[in-house]
């Protein structure tokens, strides 16, 4: 578990990035952070992550405080992130060198398991002989989430990962995510884009350095308001619902995904 308490931040003799942050992250629960640009949900993942040590208050991983340099190693092996661009997280040209990386002080064997595994779940196994700097950014994003994965972490933080990536590159990363909250990751996803807040458990809205909002997933449809009043987009299939609702048909989705909804409008239309 993860615990962010009274947590301030500012860069230097500057202002708050962040004022007074509270917040519980539950095992297994995967948690959206939003909020404009500036609103300081990247500050808080570096936080989250250890890069960052708070000005005030403290984080807790597993009772564990964050930014201690007596738990900076076991920390290490509880928590991974991944950043926007992965070219300023890969080091060698070599992918099996790349996701081995952190694991010395393992044998051979369990070294080449991790990888393989690790590789497998973010669906580049079949690339691990080419040469890293020829895939696609998408494709090195990926890598970057298998060298995250292969040093088992509980806790996984992805700092805008889609950001510089294609369409086809985003929905890759949606659905290695969808796949390690099924395998019991706790992730911390931080996003300004609209259509990752349908990766949510909960959407932590920050507005200005503050936390101003605590959403479930099944709330949306009713925060919608809350959503505009700070200038956070609504993914495409949330708008089609209450466009829907507003001439008075209702649309119970469970996943909110385009695939659901077309389902139940050719059922109504069917009937």
């Known amino acids: 578990m993860i615990k962010i308490e009274n947590v301030t931040y500012q860069y230097k003799r500057g202002k708050n990035i962040l004022k007074n942050i509270s917040l519980d992250v539950k095992d297994k629960e995967t948690i959206v952070i939003m909020g404009k640009n500036g609103s300081g949900k990247s ?125 086809k590159g985003k929905e890759e990363i949606y659905h290695i995510v969808e796949n390690l909250k099924k395998e019991g990751y706790t992730i911390i996803y931080i996003t300004n884009m609209a259509e990752e807040m349908l990766l949510a458990d909960r959407i932590i809205l920050l507005h200005e350095g503050e936390m101003v909002e605590e959403i479930r997933k099944e709330e949306i449809l009713e925060k919608i308001e809350v959503f505009r009043q700070y200038d956070i987009k609504l993914p495409l299939v949330i708008e089609i619902v209450e466009k829907l609702r507003q001439e008075g048909i209702e649309m119970n989705l469970k996943n909110y995904s385009m695939d659901e909804l077309v389902a139940q409008i050719k059922r109504l239309i069917k009937n």
């Not at 497998?120 to 691990?128: A, G, L, P, Q, S």
């Not at 990926?142 to 805008?160: N, S, T």
């Open 43 to 167: 500050t808080l993942g570096k936080l989250i992550s250890g890069i960052l040590k708070p000005k005030e208050g403290k984080i807790l991983i597993d009772n564990l405080e964050v930014g201690k340099s007596k738990n900076k190693e076991e920390l290490r092996k509880k928590i991974g992130i991944v950043f926007q661009n992965p070219e300023n997280q890969i080091i060698f040209n070599n992918i099996c060198d790349e996701v081995s990386f952190a694991l010395k002080g393992l044998t051979q064997e369990e070294i080449e398991k991790r990888v393989n595994d690790s590789l497998e779940k973010v669906n580049m196994k079949d690339k691990k002989e080419e040469d890293l700097y020829e895939l696609s950014l998408g494709q090195k994003q990926r890598i970057v989430i298998g060298e995250v994965l292969a040093k088992q972490p509980q806790y996984i933080v992805f700092d805008e990962p889609t950001t510089m990536i294609d369409s």
